[in-house]
C-alpha cells in the first residue's frame, strides 16, 4: 500500500467535462491544485469513461501518485508505476449477442481490447452509418493503436473485453436496451460525446465494472476512510455521486445529475473543479 499515512479523505473525479475540456491536458492551475489536496492527505482517484492512452494525455502533469480507473471502471490502475489492481471484462457472449441486436438499429459497436492489448479496439466499418465515417476516422487518428476490421466479431481472438461503445442516437441505445436478453449481466448507460455533443455514447461494461464499484474496491482494498467527495457531469458518474458524501456536479451536467448535487461547480473551461472542490473542503470544516 502506498496512500499516505496522513489521510483525510477520497476524491474521486471524472475527467471529460469535470477536471477538464481538453485533451491536450490539465490546466496548470488544476494540476498545482489537486498535487496541493495530495499534499494535504486526500487520495485521489480519476475514474473515466475513455482509455488508458487517453486518459493519460490528459494527467501527464501530475507529479504525484494518483488512482485510474478507465473504460469505466473495468480496469483499476495505480500511477505512475501502471500497476494493475483490478480488471472486471464483458464475456464475449455479450459482445455476440449485443452484435445480433444491433442488426435492429443504424448504429454499430466499437469493441475496446484493454489496458493490456494496448488500447486499440475493433471495429466493422461496412456496419456504421456514412455521416458517422468521418466521426470514427478522426478517432482512429487519436487512439493508440492500429483499429482492427472484421466484418463479424466472433472473429475476435479475445474471449474478454474491458467496454464495448456505440456512438449515435439516444433513442436507438435504448430500442437496443430494450430487446437485450443479457441486462442483467450488464452496466449500460447513455450520455452525451463529451467531445461533440452532436452524438451520444453507448457504454457497456460488465455489471461489476462502473466507477462506482471502481471507487468501493479502492476504499475497501486501501481501507480509506471517509469523507467521500466525488465530482462528474454525466450520468455515468451518477451512482458514484450517490456513493459520495459530498457531491459536486458541473453547470452543464444534466438536470437529473443536477438534482443530486449538494455543490454545482462552474464549467471545466473555467477550471470550476478548482471552486468545486473549495467549496467541498469548506463543508468539511
Known amino acids: 500500500m502506498r496512500v499516505q499515512k496522513k489521510h483525510l479523505g477520497v476524491?474521486?473525479?471524472?475527467?471529460?467535462?469535470?477536471?477538464?475540456?481538453?485533451?491536450?491536458?490539465?490546466?496548470?492551475?488544476?494540476?498545482?491544485?489537486?498535487?496541493?489536496?495530495?499534499?494535504?492527505?486526500?487520495?485521489?482517484?480519476?475514474?473515466?469513461?475513455?482509455?488508458?492512452?487517453?486518459?493519460?494525455?490528459?494527467?501527464?502533469?501530475?507529479?504525484?501518485?494518483?488512482?485510474?480507473g478507465v473504460q469505466n471502471g473495468a480496469d483499476l490502475l495505480a500511477m505512475p508505476e501502471k500497476r494493475?489492481?483490478?480488471?472486471?471484462?464483458?464475456?464475449?457472449?455479450?459482445?455476440?449477442?449485443?452484435?445480433?441486436?444491433?442488426?435492429?438499429?443504424?448504429?454499430?459497436?466499437?469493441?475496446?481490447?484493454?489496458?493490456?492489448?494496448?488500447?486499440f479496439c475493433y471495429y466493422r466499418p461496412d456496419k456504421h452509418p456514412q455521416e458517422l465515417l468521418p466521426y470514427l476516422q478522426a478517432m482512429q487518428k487519436r487512439s493508440a493503436g492500429t483499429w482492427h476490421a472484421?466484418?463479424?466479431?466472433?472473429?475476435?481472438?479475445?474471449?474478454?473485453?474491458?467496454?464495448?461503445?456505440?456512438?449515435?442516437?439516444?433513442a436507438s441505445f435504448l430500442k437496443l436496451y430494450e430487446h437485450f436478453p443479457?441486462?442483467?449481466?450488464?452496466?449500460?448507460?447513455?450520455?452525451?460525446?463529451?467531445?461533440?455533443?452532436?452524438?451520444?455514447?453507448l457504454l457497456v461494461t460488465d455489471r461489476k465494472a462502473s466507477k462506482k464499484h471502481a471507487l468501493e474496491y479502492f476504499m475497501q482494498t486501501y481501507d480509506l476512510s471517509r469523507p467521500l467527495i466525488v465530482a462528474g457531469d454525466d450520468l455515468n458518474d451518477k451512482a458514484s455521486l450517490e456513493y459520495a458524501d459530498i457531491r459536486i456536479v458541473m453547470e452543464n451536467a444534466p438536470s437529473s445529475l443536477k438534482n443530486l448535487a449538494d455543490i454545482i461547480a462552474p464549467l471545466s473551461i473555467h477550471q470550476g473543479i478548482i471552486t468545486g472542490l473549495k467549496q467541498a473542503l469548506d463543508k468539511l470544516i
Request: glycine share 6%.
Open 11 to 68: 476524491i474521486g473525479l471524472d475527467i471529460d467535462g469535470t477536471i477538464t475540456d481538453d485533451r491536450r491536458g490539465l490546466a496548470d492551475e488544476v494540476a498545482l491544485f489537486l498535487e496541493e489536496l495530495h499534499r494535504r492527505g486526500f487520495a485521489i482517484i480519476f475514474i473515466t469513461g475513455r482509455e488508458f492512452v487517453y486518459a493519460m494525455e490528459v494527467l501527464s502533469k501530475l507529479a504525484f501518485p494518483f488512482y485510474l
Open 84 to 119: 494493475l489492481l483490478k480488471s472486471v471484462y464483458l464475456d464475449k457472449s455479450i459482445l455476440l449477442e449485443l452484435e445480433r441486436q444491433c442488426e435492429k438499429i443504424a448504429e454499430d459497436l466499437l469493441v475496446y481490447a484493454g489496458f493490456e492489448k494496448g488500447d
Open 150 to 170: 472484421v466484418q463479424h466479431f466472433c472473429e475476435c481472438p479475445q474471449k474478454v473485453f474491458p467496454l464495448i461503445k456505440a456512438i449515435g442516437k439516444e
Open 182 to 201: 443479457l441486462q442483467h449481466l450488464v452496466e449500460y448507460v447513455v450520455i452525451k460525446d463529451p467531445l461533440n455533443q452532436k452524438y451520444d455514447y
